[in-house]
């Protein structure tokens, strides 16, 4: 038994001193980028034919029509909103960005976003699906890309999103910079 202790006393310190030792791993790069831009319009009650998303739930006494005060918080919004590769909403769409948002927190513009990219064009073929918080007021904020179909199978990565431009409530612009680190 006197000879295992030396041999067990060793190891443990071996252990001890390689979780001592800073992992040094490489940072990340990127295996494949994107940039596009997906513009949302609110349905206001009187703008159905040009409307991309609309208000689904609301907090007791707020209109479906009508962003609720204190930070909209409560509303719940799904969109079908176009997606291009440029600035401009009438530049050729790629496809379109499909899910929800709902306003989460009451003492700021923060919302909650799940949604999925659906393109369909010569460039891409396939999904891209996006889950995070989205701090609103923020210049510029990350969430999860949690994977893809087609194109983007298995693909996951961040996602940085800006408000490109913004029309009171009516209309929003967003830019997505998105930075795959894991490509099949």
Not at 96 to 106: E, L, N, P, V
């Amino acid at each position: 038994m006197g000879s295992k202790l030396p041999v067990l006393f060793v190891f443990v310190m071996l252990f001890a001193l390689s979780s001592a030792i800073p992992n040094k791993r490489k940072p990340y790069k990127p295996c494949k980028n994107l940039v596009l831009y997906f513009h949302d319009i609110l349905y206001n009650g009187k703008n159905a034919a040009n409307a991309t998303s609309a208000i689904v739930a609301a907090p007791e006494g707020v209109s479906l029509t009508k962003l609720a005060p204190q930070s909209h918080f409560g509303n719940i919004i799904v969109f079908d909103d176009p997606i291009t590769l440029s600035h401009s909403l009438s530049s050729k769409q790629v496809g379109r960005a499909q899910g929800f948002y709902i306003y989460d927190t009451k003492n700021t513009y923060t919302s909650w976003l799940s949604f999925t990219f659906v393109l369909n064009s010569t460039h891409h073929q396939g999904t891209i699906t996006f889950a995070g918080a989205d701090p609103i007021v923020a210049k510029t904020r990350d969430i999860s890309v949690t994977g893809g179909t087609g194109d983007f199978f298995m693909h996951r990565g961040i996602a940085t999103i800006t408000t490109d431009a913004f029309e009171g409530e009516a209309y929003f612009r967003l830019g997505v910079y998105i930075k795959f680190f894991e490509c099949w």
